[in-house]
């Protein structure tokens, strides 16, 4: 099993970026998928999640309304649009994949590169 992030870069403040979060080797309808991010000297913080099954979506207060984690069952891929992107948006995003039954991080992506620039 991989889950492969991508679509991070560069952007201005105010801009958008959309992450992608590919998985393979295995099917993910008993997962939840996460969007975490790390910015340097910082703890690594929850961003977004979404069931696959349900399709039910979780936010931090701080991304609501600016960003949307989505997901295509057909390419087996989570998204986080993100819009409205600010300086302190800056940092490596990662995606995970945590097993509904027991709560457990069970597969975990590399992180891709998002900086804002003021």
């Known amino acids: 099993v991989q889950l492969q992030a991508s679509g991070g870069g560069l952007v201005q403040a105010g801009g958008s970026l959309r992450l992608s979060c590919a998985a393979s080797?295995?099917?993910?309808?008993?997962?939840?998928m996460e969007w975490f991010r790390q910015a340097p000297g910082k703890d690594r913080e929850f961003v977004a999640s979404?069931?696959?099954?349900?399709?039910?979506?979780t936010y931090a207060d701080s991304v609501k309304g600016r960003f949307t984690i989505s997901r295509d069952n057909a390419k087996n891929t989570v998204y986080l649009q993100m819009n409205s992107l600010k300086p302190e948006d800056t940092a490596v995003y990662s995606c995970?994949?945590?097993?509904?039954?027991?709560?457990?991080?069970?597969?975990w992506g590399q992180g891709t590169q998002v900086t804002v620039s003021s």
């Open positions: 995970a994949a945590r097993a509904v039954s027991t709560g457990f991080y069970d597969y």
């Open positions: 979404i069931m696959w099954s349900s399709g039910r979506t």
């Open positions: 080797g295995g099917t993910f309808s008993r997962y939840i």
